[in-house]
């Protein structure tokens, strides 16, 4: 059965990067985009921008101006997003999700991964 | 960019009741491209209903999902207890790619 499982809490101070986690396991890794999402305490769901873990390619939202960096490897089935130059909005649950097979949805989502900064 | 705009923000209903939850869109989307969410506190989202109609695997048939244009609604025929979460609507655009509606909670009257 299809399984993605997040990396754990990160307490990070501003200014820091972090770097997210993603394992997959149950499907073939390269036949579907993985797409990140966060969500702020109390607030919406935000997409952040998507990897093809096929060839690498991504694509994410102007929002965040650069900071934002997804990789994946094949060999371990897993996705990266890493975040710099953290601000104290940027506290939030950080989720991935893979893309459904006929697209444009997220059929299979992580457990989330709280980032939190704070000085 | 779309934007989404979900209704009513929170919608306060009994088990058995019907809920009918509004999506919409501030250009017409393409009902392959919207799709729906359920969430519970401190888990992920779930999928419900992706283009616009069709259940996602394990979902009960009391969930439906119906409309076109700019105007999507999902309805949950008879609530249980466990139905009470918040819910988002999505869609696939082009800058950004994806949003979110803003939600809509369903709590118990």
């Known amino acids: 059965q299809v399984q993605v499982v997040q990396s754990g809490a990160e307490v990070k101070k501003p200014g820091a990067s972090v770097k997210v986690s993603c394992k997959t396991s149950?499907?073939?890794?390269?036949?579907?985009?993985i797409h990140w999402v966060r969500q702020a305490p109390g607030q919406g769901l935000e997409w952040m921008g998507r990897i093809n873990p096929n060839d690498g390619g991504t694509k994410n939202t102007q929002n965040f101006h650069g900071r934002v960096t997804m990789t994946s490897d094949t060999s371990s089935s897993t996705a990266y997003m890493e975040l710099s130059n953290l601000k104290s909005d940027d506290t939030a649950v950080y989720f991935c999700?893979?893309?459904?097979?006929?697209?444009?949805?997220?059929?299979?989502w992580g457990q989330g991964t709280l980032v939190t900064v704070s000085s | 960019e779309i934007v989404l705009t979900q209704s009513p923000g929170t919608l306060s209903l009994s088990p058995g009741e019907r809920a009918n939850l509004s999506c919409r869109s501030s250009q017409s989307v393409i009902s392959s491209y919207l799709a729906w969410y359920q969430q519970k506190p401190g888990q992920a989202p779930r999928l419900l209903i992706r283009g616009a109609y069709t259940r996602a695997p394990g979902i009960p048939g009391r969930f439906s999902g119906s409309g076109s244009g700019t105007d999507f609604t999902l309805t949950i025929h008879r609530l249980e207890p466990e139905d009470f979460a918040v819910y988002y609507c999505q869609q696939f655009g082009t800058s950004p790619l994806y949003t979110f509606g803003q939600g809509t909670r369903l709590e118990i009257k």
């Open positions: 999700a893979r893309e459904g097979g006929s697209g444009f949805h997220f059929d299979y």
């Open positions: 149950g499907y073939t890794f390269t036949g579907h985009y």
